[in-house]
Nanobody
């Protein structure tokens, strides 16, 4: 079992930056693909970014590519999401997910259905 706790959300003006953290406990995250998803009111949970076990490969949603960066520190059992040039449409609850996928594939990493472990989420609000 892995427990995930997100932090770092808040209110920021458009164009600003935030850094989200996802701290894991229970097991080392080095065994897991880690990802960030987000869910806005009235919308389905959508993929944001994912990172493989070593941190050497990543996937991003087109909507955040070039603005967001996912990273991990396996020694600290923590995953990060650096969000720059924030837009009002980035407003959502951001969730951290983890899974021990047997393969590093886009179709697996980008689907929320495949993740077994989730945090409680952290609210990000971007004002215009």
């Amino acid at each position: 079992q892995v427990q995930l706790v997100e932090s770092g959300g808040g209110l920021v003006q458009a164009g600003g930056s935030l850094r989200l953290s996802c701290a894991a406990s229970g097991r080392t995250i080095s065994s897991y693909v880690m990802a960030w998803f987000r869910q806005a009111p009235g919308k389905e949970r959508e993929f944001v970014a994912a990172i493989n076990r070593s941190g050497g490969s990543t996937y991003y949603a087109d909507s955040v590519k070039g603005r967001f960066s996912i990273s991990r520190d396996n020694a600290k059992n923590t995953v990060y999401l650096q969000m720059n040039s924030l837009k009002p449409e980035d407003t959502a609850v951001y969730y951290c997910g983890a899974d021990d996928f047997t393969a590093w594939r886009s179709s697996l990493a980008k689907s929320s259905n495949g993740y077994d472990y989730w945090g409680q989420g952290t609210q990000v609000t971007v004002s215009s």
